[in-house]
């Protein structure tokens, strides 16, 4: 879209206002993570930029909301147990949803539409809506305040995931190829793991990252099956913002931009590969 | 950085011990968190621990949703909970919905040192059968002494917006708000329930709150009114004593008390129905339940202790080093004009109420 | 394969294609297909199954507690069978057995510690139920035949019409009343559905706010997202691929992050508010308001869900051709002319697919209006969290995500419709 030479005033103008425009919303979606990101340095209990940060001296920026972090146990047991039912419900969510998509991907399946359609539903439906149903349930058969109920819930939640991806790696994959690997005498395993397996696996690896994000990130769900004892970090990060507002909020929202920067690269990484292993030229 | 290094490491075992090492021995204990948690840990947790040393006390801080979470217990009744702290409306309506123990409080809490019994230590604080007082606090105001145009006497200052204008934080349900209303509307405070029963007694308490409305902020969590007077986002604001007591005395803010019309209301230990070893439990509870435990938890928050026995050995900030008694909502100073919690009237009124005041907030 | 021995020519010259090992080609051919399809639904078994269990009995379960009400006629055996025979709306209290029955229930009650939980149900229908079962359970045991008299005695409210009404009504093991309660209706004490005065009605409203706000928040998703779409899919890929990562980088970020962002900018002591005192554009004492009202929820969301909005509509204007506009313009179209009688027209089908995601997603978001929405940015998922935890009236809880549920199902549906389920993309 770049400026034609013979362009008249009227279309320069609309050019470089067009262009500011686009800045400016720009602007607005990544300003508010690069903000957090200073103000996690912080030397005073507050939200905000003081004085002595703007003149960049020293002694308006500390460390201490990192070391708080890193020693307080409510935030320490957080992370363990994010990690934990994120992994876990990963594993979960990737096997199954990986297995169903190779199905799915078949063209003899039935009804292919409405299968789907239900199987991707977890991710439409509202995650209060999840949440009341899920609290119910898992009261009533003894899962609720445990990390089983907790993975199990997020596990399904990642399941849409895995299945939009991995599909997407198989669309077009040709089918004749598996019995071309068939022929010359491959068992089923061995085309699984030649032949389907480094096709699919950008897609399984991706939507195995959107399945733990959809966990990490995930505070609705676990507060109502969960008990403290699952308190994950984005739990305490919201109960931090409704009790008493601290730094050490900031710092944690630091450390998790750098995890979704290295995530997305990740993605990123994976989504060309496939594309080239596919033959899909960007 | 490199202490910081082995700190985090040292943080890591220890949380991960804490939460590695469940048996049977463990007490959880279900608390309101922050500086309320901590209090009963200096007062209750710490000395128990080192009298027993097999026993270990793990903090929950569900106390938000504590009802909601036993009830999800109860209908799996899988439990996994030993004590919850309570506040008393809350221990009534689990004890009508058969979800924590009656008990029978002088056979299972010690006598008062003098060897009153315990039903008459804690005297008309035993609202309920399932309940097991502990401390009394109260709901009132704080206002910043700075930025108000003349200092708040009295609750019908707080719908003064001549007087004082500004916002003004106030709590988002129905108590309290309705019976300051009342109050500042000049009912006599033995008519104010009579009054609340009736429709024309809430439009009236909805009347007086709309001269007030545009100019409230409402909160839902006890620290917000703090934060708000900090901020200078509200001039004035209800919240609990404790709370204020913090922010005024450990934060040095411009910050002052205005008790008059604090409510009353009660905050104790319940025992769930399914509680696993009741005989640790009750132990605990005898200790922490004691003449002296209830006076010891005032030098670190200051909330007045149940018994009438503890008043008398309530001394000085554990830290701070000022005396309790003149900041304890219970001190005859700031009780000159005091509301008890109405139990009976809420119980049945509370879904009603909130419901109307919802309604009424969104008009 | 079956199909490598398709051509074999049939010995016995019927007419019939026969495989190798003598079975008609046709017959084959369909026990093929078949055996083909069942392995295709094994695959999808298992993860059918999970979600069935983990999921959707959860919210089945959840639809069935919004009309669930046993407790009555489990703890109130006697007294809901002796009040079949009485009729309500003759004017007159129940006969003398109907209060036995209810003394009987109640001694049982006390013992097993279940007549409060019947006084909190009913204390939903009318307020005052709750006391009334509490005290007239603990003082069973002191009343004595006859029972009418003694229990009007013990609790006058025994001695009104209203409180047996309402009793009968809602001893059936279903109830509609909460429902009823979800869209501002009551019952009458004799069972007639009423709507509730408008300075009592909630839900309704809310309802409706927050189809408005999810409106609001979509378009100003779709005024922001158009512009920096088009721009993207016209740059050459190296660039765009870099100004892709301000889009993804957002959405890839934890929402609590986002949100606690947008306190920090907002708040009152706020960097947006500090960095407009410092310009002069406001004075220090007239810091604007700009959280915990709709507009820190509107604007809070609508940078959580717009690269929602960019994604889809950015990987449709990728697909048009830069030769349309060419064309248009070599006909003589201005551009602006161009740009609306042939780009717009173009990308309905992106605007379409973002516009229902966004309008999806916000009509059940929770997060963020509990956290920067004050009073007038909550939104009705707020309101089913305050009754599962707070008030604890489960029923109205489920009533009002049953409600929720439908809508965004209806919404699914139709996303289906216009966009395809197939053609849901992620990153």
Known sequence: ?282 | MKTLFKKTLIATAVSVGVVGTASAKDLVIVSWGGAYTASQQNAYHEPYMASNPDIKIINDDSGNDAVAKLRAMAEADNWSWHLVDMVASDAILSCDEGLIDEVDHDAILAAAPDGTPATEDFGNLIVSPCFIPQIVYSTTFGYRTDLVKAAPTSIADVFDLEKIPGKRSLEKKAINNLEWALLADGVAPDQVYDLLGTDEGVAQAFAKLDTIKDQVIWWEKGAQTPQLLADGEVVMGSTYNGRLFSVIEEEKQPIAMMWDWQVFDLDGWVIPKGAPDKDEVLKYVKFATDTQRLADQAKFISYGPARASSAPLVGKHATLGIEMGPHMPTNPENARNTLVYNYEFWADNVDDLNERFTAWLNQ | MTSATATDANPAGTGEVMTADGVPLRISLARARRRSRNRALLLVAPLFLFVLITFFIPILSMLFRSVENQIVGETLPHTVEALQQWDESGGDLPPEEVYAALVEDLRIANETKTAGKVGRRMNYEKSGFASLFRTTARRIKRIEAPYKETLIKAKKDWGELETWQVLKRESDAYTLSYYLAAVDFSYTPTGEVLKLPDDRSLYVGLFWRTIWMSLLITVLCLILAYPISYLLSTLPVKTSNLLMILVLLPFWTSLLVRTSAWIALLQKEGVINDLLVWVGLIGDEHRLTMIHNATGTIVAMTHVLLPFMVLPLYSVMKTIPPSYMRAARSLGATPFMAFVRVYMPNTVPGIGAGALLVFIISIGYYITPALVGGQSGTLISNFIAYHLSISLNWGLAAALGTILLVLVLALYILYDKIVGIDNMKMG
């Open chain 1, 1 to 282: 879209m770049a400026l034609p030479l013979h362009a008249t005033t009227g279309e320069k103008i609309w050019y470089y206002a067009f262009r500011t425009i686009c800045g400016l919303i720009f602007f607005f979606l990544i300003a508010p993570i690069i903000v957090v990101i200073p103000l996690s340095f912080n030397a005073v209990p507050f939200f905000t930029f003081t004085e002595a940060m703007l003149t960049f001296d020293p002694a308006g920026y500390s460390l201490k909301w990192y070391q708080d972090f890193f020693t307080d146990l409510n935030w320490q047991g957080a992370v363990k147990n994010s990690f934990i039912i994120a992994v876990f419900s990963t594993l979960i969510a990737t096997a199954l949803g990986t297995v169903a998509a190779l199905g799915l991907s078949r063209p003899e399946m039935p009804a292919r539409t409405m299968i789907m359609g239900i199987l991707i539903s977890p991710m439409i439906v509202p995650l209060i809506i999840a949440a009341a149903g899920m609290f119910f349930f898992y009261s009533d058969i003894g899962l609720a305040s445990t990390h089983i109920g907790v993975i199990l819930a997020h596990a399904a939640m990642g399941t849409p995931f895995v299945v939009i991806t991995v599909t997407a790696t198989l669309v077009g994959f040709d089918h004749s190829l598996t019995r071309a690997a068939a022929m010359l005498g491959a068992n089923p395993t061995r085309t699984f793991f030649k032949v389907i397996v480094p096709l699919i696996l950008p897609g399984v690896i991706s939507g195995a990252l959107f399945a733990f994000v959809t966990s990490f990130d995930e505070v609705v769900v676990v507060r109502f099956v969960g008990s403290y004892q699952q308190r994950t970090i984005p739990w305490a990060m919201f109960s931090g913002l409704r009790e008493q507002i601290s730094p050490t909020i900031l710092a944690v929202a630091t450390l998790l931009v750098i995890l979704s920067v290295l995530m997305l690269t990740t993605v990123e990484l994976l989504r060309r590969r496939s594309d080239r292993i596919r033959g899909i030229d960007q």
